[in-house]
């Protein structure tokens, strides 16, 4: 052995040519629609300069609904709240309802439907769901101070119904950032998953500073909490059986939450990414109770063993090999996870699939499974920003990671178009098809910024299906219903209801499949929630199909 | 009779020696592989001569088969005790076979006896770095160092130990000679390392690209390059580093331990149980390495393998939090819930007892 300290010759090192990319003919980009409707909201987290709070970099949930059926996905947003008064003093805070006009148009009507909020705090996530199976969907806010259920009396206006409900309460103090409706005990009625975060109000905020600027305080320094289920009894009431159902005992830090049937019994589980904390995934035992089985199955840490500041999930079925993988992000350095579900456990495919590589530079919030292209494959999108504003990569923009044939994935962000491109602190973002072209849009909030209403401009060539499930012996939204596509050609793929997707947000829980070039359909399986089997032949596509469940 | 005895004795000797005069005269001409058989063959009649066996050790190491060649230098000095050519052949041999422990025990007692032997103090020292003994390091070189300001050699490798020991005001003056000495591999080398320190990964990959164009077998270079692109999330560059710096130095440890946490990501996990093999064998009972090769048997499913790795790290280094989650992990899935419980838990203490040393805040 010798250390060379020899005079050195001049480099012979190869020159990396850079190569750029080129673009397939059709992939689809975005537009921002926003603009185009008088839209007065602006995510506003309280943060005027100054003095920082805890939770100002979590607001902007979202919500895509068709809150009166009139065929037209319609959008909420929820709102911070002035900062340490802890109030929505004026319109700025207002939460906000916009109905669709038609074409990606929409016009604001918060104060029409008894949607602002003018007396409630900082608000984080929105759930939206039947939950008194009326065929209106409702919506269940979370915030800092009390949630919210708002009945939609289907004449276009909520009414508060939390104290009424018995769903509302919580300890004080208790931070709830997003929330899953679900039939967890299969009775019909659906139930809420409350994702709570920590203990925290404006006295108790601890303040972080570095040469006398501030900076948001670590997580860390925050206790975990237990989360939240609540019965539906029927009849518009509720009763907490959080400790009863297990909860209790495996606290956490909330953030995004993914309700799927992840080992197939034909029962639906939770997956709640844990900021800072190892993240659970709550087994439904069958009997009212759920067994936390995160670190047995290889969802609570990342391969070394280490947690990271997971944020947004989704669950869905990435390489259609009929098992619900796992997806949720986190802050740049840190790896997000894409978790393939080997059948008696979850194993990270990060590395293999070349998201490990792709998301470094980004801090992720929401997120989704969603096939873009229509190609078949979802793909991953995910709303990005730093925490804070530290550095010149703190701003970040969108991206969107394709899909290639279920094994791996191909940054495609920057051919999205410049609307997608935009950089800020996104938080909250939803999925649906506004405008009915078969191509699935996105809704994107960012901190202290008008929302993006961002609509997909379709891939030419490629089909489409939607699918309208309507639960009669399940509930009505039909959550967790599985559905296995068969093309004339022989390809199969998998999809099923999933409303609560990404951080804070709620998407359309109408399910869509991408077909590729293939128009023609073999056959639609679905597995209810109830466990009723259904197969339909002969389905046209190109088209939102609703389906009823059938009796039996 | 007894002339033809004689003679049969004489031709004999004269046999053997044309023998080993063959087998030296090979060696000498570069011919390892053909020489070995005709050592061998001497050694047959004269299994006690010990320089002829030294000389077949020698030839051993010389086509690679260090394994072959430590068990000819031991027998060599049984014959010949204390012979400090044989010991310090042993030594290398050692030290190529990545057996550094052995190594650093045969360079160590050769520097006790020779002090002032440089090319034994700086064996030496690049053991106990790779060992990552870095104390121990600045500890041998530092009066060198001072003796010699110009030896570039001894810069080189007490900068390297104090900066992994993170003294970096003094490895910058140590390391400054070095940076004096124009654009080379070594300077960027050092650059390189102390960007990766201080995160500045680009910065730090810039620096190491231009130390191996500037010489592609400076040891460590591609290791360095592969621990910068890891932290950039560019694993398969990581990668194609890690295998270039393994082919030039097959024990760099970090390249064993790095590679093989890679391939293990990359579900290679026979693979990467053999990366991992290879570096504890250059540093035994290092802890990281231990971790990952249980986190491979994890992996793998070989869960009793995983269990009996972590069980005895955890006994040495019991407060590993990651150990004691990939041994809760183990336990679950043997169907030991019990001892997953309390191994979650311990976890769980003693994440808290980290978080409440590591955060102190102002509050208003």
């Known amino acids: 052995m010798k250390r060379a300290l020899l005079p050195l010759a001049a480099g012979t090192g190869a020159a990396w040519l850079l190569l750029a990319a080129a673009e397939p003919a059709g992939r689809p980009s975005f537009t921002d629609v926003a603009p185009r409707s008088k839209i007065s909201y602006v995510t506003n987290n309280g943060f005027a300069g100054g003095r920082k709070f805890f939770p100002q970099p979590m607001c902007g949930g979202v919500a895509i609904f068709d809150f009166d059926n009139d065929g037209r996905l319609d959008i909420f947003f929820t709102n911070g709240a002035s900062l340490p008064e802890l109030t929505k003093k004026d319109k700025s805070y207002f939460n906000c309802l916009l109905r669709q006009t038609g074409g990606g148009a929409f016009e604001d009507i918060t104060s029409r439907a008894g949607l602002s909020g003018e007396h409630l705090d900082f608000n984080f996530g929105v759930a939206a769901g039947d939950y008194d199976n009326d065929g209106f969907a409702d919506l269940f806010l979370c915030g800092i101070g009390r949630n919210v259920l708002y009945h939609n009396n289907g004449d276009g206006t909520f009414t508060d119904v939390t104290a009424a409900s018995g769903i509302g309460g919580k300890p004080a103090d208790t931070l709830s950032i997003a929330a899953a409706w679900f039939d967890y005990d299969r009775d019909g009625l659906q139930d809420l998953f409350v994702s709570n975060y920590t203990l925290w109000n404006p006295k108790s905020d601890a303040r972080c500073m570095m040469s006398d600027r501030d900076y948001y305080c670590d997580p860390r320094l925050y206790p975990s909490v237990p989360h939240q289920l609540f019965r539906n009894l029927g009849k518009g009431r509720f009763t907490e059986v959080t400790a009863k159902a297990g909860f209790a005992a495996a606290p956490g830090k909330g953030m995004g939450v993914s309700v799927a049937d992840f080992n197939d019994d034909g029962w639906m589980d939770l997956f709640v990414a844990h900021d800072t904390e190892p993240n659970a995934l709550f087994v439904n035992r069958k009997n009212g109770t759920f067994e936390e089985k995160g670190l047995e199955l290889g969802v609570a840490y990342n391969e070394n063993a280490q947690v990271g500041s997971s944020m947004g999930c989704d669950a869905r079925d990435f390489n259609n090999d009929g098992k619900i993988d796992i997806f949720y992000n986190n802050l740049m350095g840190q790896i997000w996870q894409l978790l393939r579900n080997r059948g008696d456990l979850f194993q990270s495919y990060s590395s293999l699939s070349q998201v490990h590589k792709l998301s470094m530079p980004f801090s992720g919030w929401s997120n989704g499974f ?158 209810w929630p109830s466990g009723i089997r259904q197969v339909l032949k002969g389905v046209a596509a190109g088209r939102v199909l609703r389906v009823e469940e059938p009796e039996k | 009779m007894a002339l033809l005895l004689f003679g049969q004795a004489a031709s004999g000797q004269e046999n053997a020696e044309r023998i080993l005069q063959g087998a030296i005269a090979l060696h000498q001409a570069g011919e390892v592989e053909r020489a070995i058989p005709q050592y ?288 809760a992990t183990v336990y679950y899935r043997l169907g030991r819930k019990a001892d997953g419980d309390r191994e979650k838990a311990l976890a769980q203490k003693l994440t808290m007892e980290q978080r409440v040393r590591q955060y102190k805040v102002t509050r208003e």
């Open chain 1, 370 to 527: 969603i096939d873009y292209n229509n190609d078949g494959w979802k793909d991953i999108y995910s709303a990005n920003g730093d925490v804070d504003m530290m550095s010149e990569k703190s701003p970040q923009h969108d991206t969107l990671f394709e899909n290639v044939d279920g094994k791996s994935f191909t940054d495609v962000s920057a051919g999205m178009g410049k609307d997608f491109l935009r950089k800020g602190y996104q938080r909250g973002s939803a999925f649906g098809d506004l405008n009915g072209d078969g191509a699935l849009d996105i809704v994107v909030t960012s901190l202290n910024e008008p929302p993006r209403i961002l609509l997909n401009s379709g891939a030419p060539g490629n089909h489409w299906l939607m699918l309208d499930l309507v639960g009669r012996k399940s509930a009505r939204d039909a959550i967790g219903a599985k559905v296995k596509l068969t093309t004339a050609a022989g390809r199969v793929l998998y999809n099923h209801v999933a409303v609560s997707v990404g951080f804070m947000s709620s998407s359309d829980r109408r399910v869509h499949f991408g077909l590729g070039g293939e128009g023609k359909i073999a056959s639609v399986e679905i597995v």
């Open chain 2, 40 to 327: 061998r063959a001497y050694l047959k009649l004269r299994p006690d001569n010990g320089d002829a066996r030294s000389n077949l050790g020698a030839a051993l190491a010389g086509a690679g088969r260090f394994g072959e060649a430590i068990v000819q230098y031991r027998e060599a000095l049984r014959i010949r005790p204390g012979d400090p050519r044989i010991r310090l052949n042993l030594a290398l041999a050692y030290y190529k076979l990545g057996r550094i422990s052995d190594a650093a025990g045969e360079f160590s007692s050769l520097h006790r006896e020779r002090p002032s032997d440089r090319q034994v103090l700086l064996l030496l020292a690049d053991c106990w770095l790779r060992r990552g003994e870095n104390q121990k390091v600045i500890q041998l070189l530092e009066e060198g160092a001072k003796q010699s300001p110009g030896d570039l050699a001894f810069a080189y490798l007490l900068g390297t130990a104090l900066l992994r020991d993170k003294q970096v005001e003094r490895a910058q003056q140590v390391i400054d000679p070095i940076l004096r000495n124009g654009d080379s591999a070594e300077a960027r080398l050092l650059l390189g390392t102390a960007r990766l320190e201080a995160l500045d990964f680009k910065a730090a990959i810039a620096d190491l690209e231009q130390a191996s164009r500037l010489n592609p077998k400076l040891p460590e270079v591609h290791s360095y390059l592969g621990r910068a692109h890891i932290q950039t999330g560019d694993t398969a560059a990581a990668r194609r580093a890690f295998q270039k710096e393994l082919e030039l130095n097959p024990n760099d440890f970090e390249s064993n331990l790095q590679l093989g946490a890679l391939l293990r990501q990359d579900q290679d996990y026979d693979s990467a149980r053999k990366l991992l093999a290879r570096a504890l064998q250059v540093r035994p009972g290092e802890f990281r390495a231990e971790f990952q090769l249980a986190s491979v048997n994890l992996a793998a499913g070989r869960l009793n393998e995983a269990r009996a790795g972590l069980e005895s790290l955890i006994r040495r280094a019991p407060r590993f939090v990651e150990a004691h989650i990939a041994l």
